[in-house]
């Protein structure tokens, strides 16, 4: 830890009282002292983790931490609060605050040591020492773990006792002790993977259960012995992204749940694993928390939201059907820029041209673009099965992968489109979580996965596509193709103003990303309709941020200072189409800000509809605007809009009444006092 924290980097008076006021004064210490080269940079890329899953943990500890191209070394930085910081915890306000700043390529062997100390925060002792340290030298010895090594090898030692006693107590009672295999993972890997690792590992020498814990974080995955997995009792499984290799504890009972509640309650899931495995509850397919990369986070801070055995049937179906199009994304970016980089250098008939495998001429600029088209119509043919595929893959992991692309590549042939995709991908997933809970003998279950599962799921899925549901499907796939088609004047509007709403109201969450996907979809089999849904969808999806950032450039007194360095980020996620980058606004004062960008993508959604702008690339913001439809009339689409937003969100703000700014405060509270308007 000597590289990681010096006294310089500590701050045991820290006057901040918002995270993201707290995050600034610590990130400052860290440019002061070299390891930091972009601070608005790093901010934001401090701030888009937080927005993923809240770092407040029980006991008054805050950890916002990431990783970032703008530090070039690992560092932490620590402060100490007297009032308290909210970090979304359950259980009130953090007083300690650990910012932890990783390069975006740190090696392992200082991620390792950042997740050592992860896990001596769930230390009692050491966090009271912290509270009641007052030199920031001594402080930060205590952090690199400098204390007297007599106590350290005092308290192993204590573990060590405590751990034996309660097997000796197992063997006196004629029975081994009960033995946990854990999994713990969380969207950056740095803190809260060790965190719940430690905390699942210290419950079970509590409880006298052996809990033996895989971390598939930042700092490496190494894999449990499979020796240890077969003889364990039950599985936790703690996580906020994707378990990886999953088939290795079919069988067990499992226990899924968020990382969170891998910190906060680990007793009560040892519990529940206890009694799931005297119940005999075996988890023959265990389904997966929350799809890598979905965004969603852990929304009610408790760390549950992930259970597949507790959520909604909705929300797994909803985690199911983003995991499909979190996989087609690439496939629909890749391919729709090079067909439109086609259309500009030949134009549209390009999309007629012959086979540049037999008509290909170096010099002409027409071979070029139809060998642009015809690689970006290749990887288009992807679409349905890659969105089945892992439709089914988000069900029931790798075996409904075959049964799964099977299934998509059959909705192409009977031309049943996007919709036959999702169809044929939740199809193959349940017939092979079926064929997965059917008991079989020992000496087949080696062969299943890669044999029996996908040959019958694969026969069993593709009679139900080319015989019972594909032609209903195609029929219903054409009927809103000639929809989407046919809208025209005020039916576009309107469904233009219901995909901004949508899109500006959770900004991210899952009514935006509902929005998206339905746009994405349409992308699949591009259409005239689908193309012009996709670009009211970015349209819209861009003024949040934009309108934030015109805000508080235009009426500064009406924002905080840390909301108006906030507002010169939003400028950039806002031209890159990052909806998210107004959610600091948005969280700070939902009442004003939410209804203003609301009001502001309805607007947008609908001239865009109305202007008949089109989009082929599902991402890119203005970046793509040379590749777009009636490209000036969409950007006055997004001008209009935000200026809509801007205009509402200042009238909204402005009819308070507010106090002179406090110079050189950066809390929320700095600039104005609120009274009765």
């Known amino acids: 830890m000597s590289e990681l924290i010096t ?39 401090v701030a888009a983790r937080e927005a ?24 932490l930085a620590f402060g100490r609060s007297g009032a308290g910081i909210d970090f979304g915890a359950a259980d009130g306000p953090a007083d300690l605050v650990f910012l932890i700043a990783a390069p975006a390529g740190a090696d392992d062997d200082h991620l390792t040591i950042l997740s050592g100390l992860a896990r001596r925060l769930m230390d009692a002792e050491f966090t009271a020492a912290l509270r009641a340290g007052t030199d920031p030298r001594a402080v930060a010895a205590l952090i690199r773990g400098e204390e007297p090594q007599e106590e350290s090898q005092e308290q192993q030692q204590a573990k060590t006792e405590t751990a034996t006693e309660a097997a000796v107590a197992a063997v006196a009672a004629g029975s081994a002790p009960f033995r946990i295999v854990a999994v713990t993972s969380c969207p950056t890997g740095i803190a809260h993977t060790y965190m719940a690792a430690e905390s699942l590992a210290a419950a079970g020498r509590a409880e006298g259960v052996e809990v033996t814990v895989e971390t598939q974080g930042s700092a490496g995955f190494k894999k449990l012995d499979p020796a240890v997995v077969a003889a364990a009792d039950a599985v936790i499984w703690a996580h906020d992204v994707e378990v990886r290799e999953k088939s290795r504890f079919r069988g067990k009972p499992l226990v899924d749940v968020g990382v969170k509640a891998g910190i906060n309650r680990p007793a009560e899931l040892i519990a529940e694993a206890r009694r799931k495995a005297e ?5 023959a397919a265990p389904e ?135 169809v044929a991908g939740l199809l193959a997933g349940a017939v092979v979580m079926a064929i997965q809970r059917v008991p079989v003998h020992a000496t087949l279950r080696g062969i299943m996965p890669v044999l029996v599962i996908p040959l019958i799921a694969s026969a069993t899925v593709g009679f139900l596509m080319f015989i019972v549901v594909g032609k209903p499907i195609a029929s219903l796939q054409n009927a809103l193709t000639d929809w989407l088609n046919g809208l025209s004047g005020s039916n576009a509007v309107i469904l233009g103003v219901v995909l901004g709403l949508m899109m500006c109201f959770d900004m991210g969450g899952p009514l935006n990303k509902v929005a998206y996907a339905f746009a994405v979809g349409g992308l699949a089999d591009p259409t005239p309709g689908s193309l012009k849904v996709m670009a009211a969808v970015m349209a819209a999806g861009m003024v949040p941020p934009l309108a934030m950032a015109l805000a508080t450039t235009v009426r500064k007194r009406l924002f905080t200072k840390t909301e108006r360095e906030n507002g010169r980020a939003a400028w950039v996620l806002g031209a890159s189409f990052i909806t998210e980058g107004a959610i600091p606004f948005a969280a700070a004062d939902p009442l004003r800000v939410i209804p203003s960008v609301m009001a502001g993508g309805a607007v947008t959604g609908a001239l865009s509809m109305a202007f008949g702008a089109t ?7 203005v970046f793509v605007v040379p590749l777009i439809g009636e490209p000036f009339l969409y950007l006055l689409a997004i001008a209009a809009g935000t200026l809509v937003a801007t205009a509402l969100v200042v009238l909204l703000k402005g009819a308070r009444r507010t106090a002179p700014e406090a110079a050189g405060d950066a809390g929320p509270e700095d600039s104005r006092v609120t009274v009765a308007a």
């Open 7 to 45: 006294a310089e980097l500590v701050d045991l008076d820290l006057s901040a009282t918002t995270k993201d006021a707290a995050a600034r004064s610590l990130a400052e210490r860290m440019v002061a002292a070299h390891r930091v080269t972009d601070l608005e940079g790093f901010l934001a890329d």
């Open 52 to 75: 993923q899953m809240p770092t407040g943990l029980d006991g008054g500890i805050g950890i916002p931490h990431c990783r970032s191209e703008h530090v070039s070394a690992p560092t």
């Open 279 to 283: 119940r005999g509850e075996i988890a």
């Open 288 to 422: 997966p928390g929350r799809a890598a990369g979905s965004g969603n986070g852990d929304l009610d801070g408790d760390g549950a939201g992930s259970a597949a055995d507790h959520a909604h049937f909705g929300v797994r179906l909803r985690t199911y059907l983003m995991s499909g199009v979190s996989y087609m994304v690439p496939f629909v970016a890749a391919g729709g820029l090079l067909i439109a980089l086609s259309f500009a250098i030949g134009g549209y008939e390009i999309a007629s041209a012959k086979s540049v495998a037999d008509h290909f001429v170096w010099g002409e600029a027409d071979s070029w673009a139809a060998l642009l088209n015809q690689i970006g119509s290749a990887a288009f043919g992807f679409l349905v099965p890659v969105l089945a595929g892992y439709i089914a893959y988000g069900m029931a992991d790798r075996p409904a992968l075959v049964p799964g692309f099977v299934g998509g590549a059959i909705a192409l042939t009977v031309n049943a489109g996007f919709l036959g995709g999702l």
């Open 615 to 621: 989009l082929r690339a599902p991402h890119g913001g």
